[in-house]
């Protein structure tokens, strides 16, 4: 049976919660009817998959009412646990009044049920900010493939963005690698940037040289305040830049270039945590020290550790991606089998 594009802007459940929904059905049967609206299926897809999944034929109704849209909305706002990002995304796309609409000319009640939805309506109705939804639009522009991540819950909008800003700058270097204006090191670390002047022709102005990181050094900056002539600036690459930071310069052209390379970070040990909501089934794999206290404040179930071990930071991501198939939402977990495999194999190495 096909789903109804009203519906289909909520995502659909997947993994351990579909799960539990099959399960739920085939013990105590569908307690809920299917929902039709135009011969299609508007409120109940889950159920429906989940029917399906568990032999039984389901029980169909027909939707009576004359907004669909907010019936949807309503249901699903109230019954599915969404993040914010979710919410954005989903925001975002019921925000479709096209520019130069009078929206003045019709009563914000009535538009929702003819279809039109602006921004600032669909934030308030998905409990969002404007910016969040502007965001979504980026994502949308910039890697719409994204878009369908951040729905099911797997990355946030803020990751999406910073992934396309990281594609940017690799797009980037491939293009001036190409033009051979890229000067790589041997290992370290900076920016810097030399175009000509506008102002002294033959000229040319270099700015912002960030040097790494050396042992309790800080990260410190050069830039020239008058322009230096071409001749300066090949014997500054050459000489002083060459054999502070051991950078390999070769046939600079005398045009604007860039350098990029990622900054390196020092890999810093840090606790990682397992926090169990006790009676919930759920628990929280973080890092940071003595979270429990924090984490306890406003959490009306009793938290407690159930391991904690010194590890670098990015033990937590791996730990993520490990046991993705057992992700709730943000940083917790259903506590599976598999959790708690590592949790016992963790205490016994202590």
């Not at 998959?49 to 249901?75: H, L, S, T």
């Not at 670390?189 to 040097?211: C, E, M, N, R, T």
């Not at 979270?291 to 959490?299: A, K, P």
Request: glycine share 6%; hydrophobic share 40%; net charge positive.
């Amino acid at each position: 049976m096909e789903f109804h594009e009203i519906a289909n802007i909520f995502p659909l459940v997947e993994g351990v919660e579909f799960d539990a929904l099959v399960l739920d059905i085939k013990e105590n049967g569908l307690l809920e009817p299917i929902r039709l609206y135009e011969n299609k299926i508007l409120d109940g897809r889950n159920r429906y998959r989940a029917c399906q999944n568990a032999g039984i034929k389901p029980k169909v109704i027909e939707y009576i009412g004359d907004n669909p849209f907010m019936f949807v909305v309503k249901k699903n706002l109230h019954q599915r646990h969404l993040n914010v990002s979710q919410r954005a995304v989903i925001a975002a796309q019921i925000a479709n009044i096209p520019q130069g609409i009078r929206i003045d000319l019709q009563h914000s009640s009535d538009r929702p049920a003819a279809g039109l939805v602006s921004q600032v309506e669909a934030a308030k109705m998905f409990n969002v900010s404007e910016r969040a939804i502007r965001r979504v639009k980026v994502v949308e522009r910039e890697a719409p493939e994204l878009i369908t991540e951040i729905k099911s819950g797997k990355i946030t909008v803020y990751k999406a963005l910073k992934k396309i800003k990281a594609g940017k700058r690799q797009e980037k270097r491939k293009e001036l690698t190409q033009k051979g204006k890229v000067y790589d090191g041997k290992g370290d670390l900076g920016f810097y940037k030399i175009w000509p002047s506008a102002k002294y022709p033959g000229f040319f102005h270099v700015d912002q040289i960030i040097l790494p990181k050396m042992k309790n050094e800080a990260v410190s900056a050069i830039s020239t305040v008058k322009p230096m002539s071409k001749k300066g600036v090949l014997f500054w690459l050459e000489n002083i830049v060459k054999d502070t930071i051991k950078w390999t310069v070769s046939g600079w052209d005398g045009r604007e270039f860039n350098f990029f390379m990622p900054r390196k970070k020092e890999k810093k040990l840090t606790t990682i945590y397992f926090i169990e909501a006790v009676g919930t089934g759920f628990v929280k794999i973080g890092r940071g020290e003595d979270r429990l206290e924090y984490l306890q404040t406003g959490c009306p179930f009793l938290l407690r550790y159930l391991c904690r071990f010194k590890d670098i930071s990015e033990k937590e991501s791996e730990l993520h991606k490990r046991f993705e198939k057992d992700h709730y939402r943000g940083e917790w977990f259903y506590l599976s089998k598999d959790i708690q495999n590592f949790i016992e194999e963790v205490k016994r190495d202590d």
